[in-house]
């Protein structure tokens, strides 16, 4: 799924023209407290409802230095590359260009999230396990073995961690399409695989539970 994939076209966008009334109206007719700001097919930054609040009604954005001028992304890009970028950047919207960097529209982090928690597979029905393990032994085609030998699919997975020092410790996160996994625990436990924790409907019973956490956050924003 790439960022042009994910334009909404609803989103309104502000124009140099409009005055800080209507920004501040769209805002709340809306319910965002920010919104992109564009000439045409030129990227010009986002303006926030704090900035705006600081202006006459009647003055016109133009005159008004916005935010983010340089924070966008390219509609070539994978959802993978831009999910971080909207995270760290805390905001609620992001620019898409093209590669000639024309404004092309609007992503909303929100609904861009629920496409990468469905894009990895985790609302799904199943469990999850985490995997604690040095970057030297991370082997997915290994662990995919004993997950299948055990009848079971792995609908979705990410890796934590730096993988550039082969000393550093990496999290490997699983979705897995069953509840019961009692016997995947007990397989990859037998393989030295070290699991830290578990989320599943279904008792776990071949492992002592004080071994494990009983608790595993889903992807959070």
């Known amino acids: 799924m790439l960022a042009a994939d994910l334009i909404n076209n609803e989103l309104p966008v502000l124009k140099p023209g409009d005055s800080v009334e209507r920004a501040l109206q769209l805002m709340t007719d809306f319910r965002y407290d920010q919104l992109v700001y564009a ?11 704090d900035i705006l ?25 994978h959802i993978y590359e831009i999910i971080g970028s909207l995270v760290e950047e805390n905001v609620s919207f992001m620019a898409v260009l093209d590669n000639e960097s024309h404004f092309l529209g609007v992503i909303n982090t929100s609904e861009v999230t629920r496409s990468f928690i469905t894009e990895l597979g985790f ?3 199943g469990s999850v396990i985490e995997i604690n393990l040095k970057n030297r032994d991370y082997s997915l085609t290994e662990i995919s073995r004993l997950v299948e030998s055990e009848k079971i699919k792995i609908i979705g997975s990410y890796l934590t961690g730096s993988t550039y ?57």
């Open 165 to 221: 020092d082969l000393d550093n410790n990496l999290k490997l996160t699983l979705k897995l399409n069953r509840k019961d996994i009692s016997s995947l625990l007990s397989t990859l436990n037998r393989f030295g695989f070290e699991v830290e924790s578990y989320h599943t409907s279904e008792p776990v019973d071949s492992l002592e539970k004080d071994r494990y956490d009983m608790l595993m956050k889903y992807l959070s924003i």
């Open 39 to 49: 000439d045409g097919q030129t990227y010009l930054g986002i303006f926030t409802e």
């Open 53 to 77: 609040l600081n202006f006459d009604y009647e003055e016109k954005l133009d005159a008004i230095l916005p935010l983010y001028q340089d924070k966008f992304v390219y509609g070539h890009q």
């Open 123 to 125: 609302g799904e029905q």
